[in-house]
């Protein structure tokens, strides 16, 4: 499965340089000498030649960029990788349809998705006809097991129950 690893911005300069948004937490896979698939048939792959820092931005040069007309055309250009193992890291597409448990082995229903935050992301899990949004921390998801096909909730009071009762109220 091909996965974003950037996108092209707008072009900076007249030499053919571009504004790269990376999307990837793997650093060795953006850099000079990196070839890259696009989702564009004019550009069918794109290779860096040069990478450079500018006013807390990532400047990039391409092989196949010449000038900033080239550059312009580029803008909204995906570069691709391939789907790339992590430890304790997952793909939202891994997630989905695992089935969600206590630590007790209950069951809480399937992962129906992630919805990525700002602060943290969400663990989406269809629970009674609804979706609950877990907070997915390690604290709260000690476990993910993608090879057993599971993932352990360790779910605070009122998280997955509507008649909870809290002793602060």
Do not use: C
């Amino acid at each position: 499965m091909n996965l974003t690893a950037a996108i092209i911005g707008p072009a900076h300069g007249l030499r053919g340089e571009v504004l790269l948004d990376i999307r990837t937490d793997a650093a060795d896979l953006v850099v000079p000498g990196a070839v890259f698939d696009t989702d564009s048939s004019d550009l069918p792959t794109l290779t860096i030649v040069g990478l450079r820092q500018h006013k807390g931005r990532t400047l990039a040069l391409f092989d196949e960029i010449l000038s900033r007309e080239d550059a312009e055309s580029a803008r909204g250009v995906i570069l691709l990788t391939e789907e790339h193992e992590e430890d304790n890291a997952w793909y939202p597409h891994q997630l989905v349809g695992l089935a969600a448990q206590t630590p007790e082995g209950e069951s809480l229903g399937e992962v129906s998705g992630l919805q990525t935050g700002s602060a943290q992301d969400l663990l989406l899990v269809r629970y009674e006809g609804r979706t609950v949004m877990v907070p997915f921390v390690h604290q709260i998801v000690p476990v993910v097991d993608i090879e057993s096909g599971i993932v352990v909730i360790d779910a605070p009071g009122g998280l997955f129950d509507d008649d909870f009762v809290s002793t602060r109220d």
